[in-house]
C-alpha cells in the first residue's frame, strides 16, 4: 500500500503587511509634523488659525528681516479681522526682539495656487 503524508503549506510572508503597516505609520507621523501645511492642502484657508500663522510669522521676520531692525519673536492678542475661503487676515500685539511691543497685521491667502503668508508691523524707531 502506498501512504501519503499531507502537504504543508508554506507561510505566507508578512513583509507586504509589514510594508505596508510602515508607510501608514510614516506618512501618519509625516502628516501630524507638518499638520498646518497638510491642513492647508486639505481644507483650504479654514485650515489657517490665527494662532497657527504665527510661528510663520516669526520664521519670515527671522530669515528676512534686515540685521539693524527688531525681529517679530511673537504675537499676542491675536483676533481675526476676516476670513474668506482663500484669505484669512489677523491682527494683535507683536512681540519684538528688543522687549517692545507694536501692533501688527498678518494674512495668510492663497494667489496662483499656492498659499502665502504676509504681516506688516507698525514701525518703531531704533534709537
Not at 519684538?96 to 502665502?116: C, H, N
Request: hydrophobic share 40%.
Amino acid at each position: 500500500m502506498s501512504e501519503s503524508a499531507p502537504v504543508e503549506e508554506k507561510p505566507k510572508s508578512a513583509w507586504p503587511q509589514r510594508i505596508a503597516m510602515g508607510v501608514a505609520v510614516a506618512a501618519g507621523i509625516y502628516a501630524y509634523q507638518n499638520w498646518d501645511s497638510v491642513s492647508v492642502q486639505l481644507f483650504g484657508a479654514s485650515a489657517y488659525t490665527c494662532t497657527n500663522i504665527v510661528p510663520q510669522v516669526v520664521q519670515i521676520s527671522e530669515k528676512n528681516g534686515s540685521p539693524l531692525l527688531p525681529k517679530v519673536i511673537g504675537i499676542i492678542e491675536a483676533k481675526l479681522i476676516s476670513e474668506t475661503d482663500s484669505h484669512i487676515e489677523c491682527a494683535g500685539t507683536a512681540m519684538l526682539s528688543t522687549a517692545q511691543k507694536t501692533a501688527i497685521s498678518y494674512r495668510a491667502y492663497e494667489d496662483g495656487g499656492q498659499w502665502w503668508i504676509k504681516y506688516e508691523a507698525k514701525t518703531i524707531g531704533i534709537f
